[in-house]
């Protein structure tokens, strides 16, 4: 399912949407309740579950939920699409291109939003594992005889979750919604069944409960505002999803279903607590009647396979934007669906994901421990996506710079409270997400700036384009039939391995094409805008190819309409010739030795060109040249 940019939709289409976007937007915010509660009262920072304590920590909830997800993100940073895509990187490519700002400080947002991309990933591997091992630690509430178990069981679901991956999500993402659905309303169900048991509850919509619970509790409730933060870890996953349903779809589906399932579900844990303050070990299952326990169980491990299947999926479209983008090499991307563009299946993150999500679970062996290394990536996220807001508000919207600092200011008075609850977790664990964000950001900024570095010495040793049709105006070589394509990054220069074909062969096609992709800080490039083609004489063209950072390139579809001299590229009497470079690491100023050293091996273990441009194997012909870096 796939939301058409350009018209907003109504009727039927609505909730056909707003139906499919519960289970993918709001799979990870709607297993929260399994865990968020119980480590405000029985976690490592518990606070005692005394009637103003919950009520407290109830207000503190429902106006996170209210602030963080309904105000912030629905509200406003929905707002911020890149050509109908959300997410970190599309923002980050809103900010990219704007020349008003000065270019220091453009660098500094753009690395900002590349650190935010790096701690999804890390939340991407965390998610999975709490969300599924805290449903099946449901078992052990039933029995516990199965408390030996639930490592067994959770690993399994995981590995199997994993392995099902390359056969794609259509089918399966059909049952997202509805069972999703299900899930809220069950979650409902059992918050209003427990609410009519102690009603007083509903007083913690008011907010100076909040204001008391700190007034009393001083230190102790800012550090349990870290546990509250695990109410509102979808907001950016709501975000990222945007460009799968439109704004319309996720909001009717927040304010109908997922906002009201999600508040009646934590009174109802309150109001259960107020009752049986022992409850408070898992007060989620101690919330259904004992004969309802292990459909609950069932159920709850379905709907957090949905939601870690969503961060999956996440992880693979986060991929694809890195590499288009230039920040990661490129890689194999298998498409599952003919018809959804979004499918798409990525081996590589696949399975360094699962041994990733496993390798946590036997790590950390209980949810308890995993809330700890929860959260310190996602409040890092949101106050990244909070700053590149900022200047986007200023230099796209043209908003005034008080009224920006105004909104930004207010979302940032509580992103950065939960980002400092969340600190105190470090040590317990929060260190975990942070080491996975920095070596991956390491990654993409060597892997960025080793591509320019690349650029600039092909650059220096490269022959303008004129000076090579002049030489050939007075030498004219053989020509010979057919058409000779040549992929080079910038069509004003003379490819290298045009040179040293001609070095080798001695002749030229009778027609020369110098071919340059180029992915646009866009999400989208329509298909009218996707050719440029410009004649040079003497059979020489430049023909430029643009891509959205959500597309796929493929340069024989691209070129399949084309006529040259009024004639079509025919594919049999074609050649591409591609350079390889050998990349030799050197102490030319530039990069670190080391970082040298980690570009050539990431280099060499990129994805071919042929495969990646879906070039013809047999029609490809490559030259390879030593660059010293």
């Avoid at 600190?423 to 990654?443: H, M, Q, R, S, T």
Wanted: net charge positive; aromatic share 10%; charged share 15%.
């Amino acid at each position: 399912m796939s939301h058409s940019a350009g018209r907003e939709p109504r009727g039927r289409y609505l909730a056909t949407l707003s139906l499919a976007s519960l289970g993918i937007v709001f799979g990870d915010i709607g297993t929260s309740p399994l865990y968020a509660l119980r480590e405000c009262f029985s976690g490592p920072h518990a606070i005692a579950a005394t009637p103003a304590n919950i009520l407290g920590v109830l207000s503190l909830i429902f106006w996170a939920l209210i602030l963080v997800i309904s105000v912030k993100y629905q509200a406003f940073v929905l707002r911020a699409d890149n050509r109908g895509e959300g997410g970190i990187l599309a923002l980050t490519a809103l900010v990219a291109p704007l020349q008003r700002s000065p270019r220091a400080r453009r660098s500094v947002l753009i690395l900002l939003g590349v650190f935010g991309t790096a701690l999804l990933y890390g939340d991407g591997i965390i998610t999975p594992a709490i969300s599924v091992l805290s449903a099946v630690e449901g078992l052990s509430v039933a029995a516990p005889f199965f408390d030996p178990y639930v490592l067994p069981i959770t690993i399994a679901i995981l590995v199997g979750l994993f392995a099902l991956q390359r056969n794609g999500t259509a089918r399966v993402g059909a049952l997202f919604g509805p069972v999703t659905l299900v899930w809220f309303s069950v979650l409902f169900v059992l918050g209003i069944f427990r609410i009519v048991d102690a009603p007083s509850v509903l007083r913690a919509v008011h907010p100076g409960y909040a204001i008391d619970f700190f007034a009393a509790e001083k230190l102790h409730a800012f550090v349990v505002l870290g546990a509250v933060f695990l109410v509102v870890t979808g907001g950016e996953a709501l975000y990222a999803d945007m460009g799968h349903f439109g704004r319309r779809p996720i909001r009717l589906a927040w304010f109908a279903v997922v906002l009201p399932a999600l508040v009646t579900n934590y009174f109802g844990q309150g109001a259960l607590l107020m009752v049986n303050p022992a409850a408070a070990e898992n007060p989620f299952y101690r919330l259904a009647p004992a004969w309802a326990l292990y459909p609950l169980i069932a159920l709850s491990t379905a709907a957090t396979v949905i939601a870690s299947q969503a961060l999956i999926t996440g992880a693979f479209s986060l991929t694809m934007q890195a590499v288009q983008l230039g920040y990661a090499p490129r890689m194999e991307i298998a498409h599952t669906s003919a018809s959804q563009f979004g499918q798409i299946y990525v081996p590589g993150v696949n399975w360094a994901l699962m041994a990733a999500c496993v390798g946590v679970v036997l790590g950390f062996q209980s949810s308890s421990n995993l809330a700890a290394a929860y959260g310190i990536a996602v409040t890092s996220t949101m106050v990244i996506t909070a700053l590149l807001f900022f200047a986007v508000a200023r230099s796209r919207w043209h908003w005034p710079t008080w009224l920006a600092a105004l909104v930004v200011g207010f979302f940032l008075v509580f992103d950065l409270a939960f980002f400092g609850a969340n600190i105190v977790k470090i040590p317990n664990g929060g260190w975990f997400p942070i080491v996975v964000a920095a070596l991956i950001f390491i990654l993409l900024v060597t892997w960025k700036r080793g591509r320019t570095i690349l650029a600039e010495r092909l650059q220096a040793g490269s022959l303008p384009i004129e000076t090579f049709l002049e030489s050939l105006r007075r030498s004219p070589p053989t020509r010979v039939p057919g058409t000779a394509i040549f992929m080079s990054g910038n069509v004003r220069n003379t490819p290298h391995a045009l040179l040293h074909s001609m070095k080798h062969y001695k002749v030229l096609h009778e027609r020369t094409v110098f071919l340059a992709v180029q992915t646009e800080e866009v999400a989208h490039v329509p298909e009218r805008d996707r050719v440029n083609v410009e004649s040079l004489g003497q059979g020489f063209y430049a023909i430029e190819l643009h891509y959205g950072f959500m597309q796929e390139p493929d340069v024989p579809a691209a070129l399949r309409s084309l006529r040259l001299d009024d004639r079509p590229i025919e594919p049999m009497a074609t050649t591409y010739f591609l350079g390889r470079e050998t990349l030799i690491p050197t102490d030319r100023p530039g990069m670190a030795a080391w970082r040298e050293r980690l570009f050539a091996s990431m280099s060499r273990n990129a994805r071919p060109a042929t495969a990646f441009f879906r070039l013809p194997p047999n029609r490809v012909v490559e030259l390879g040249a030593q660059i010293e870096l």
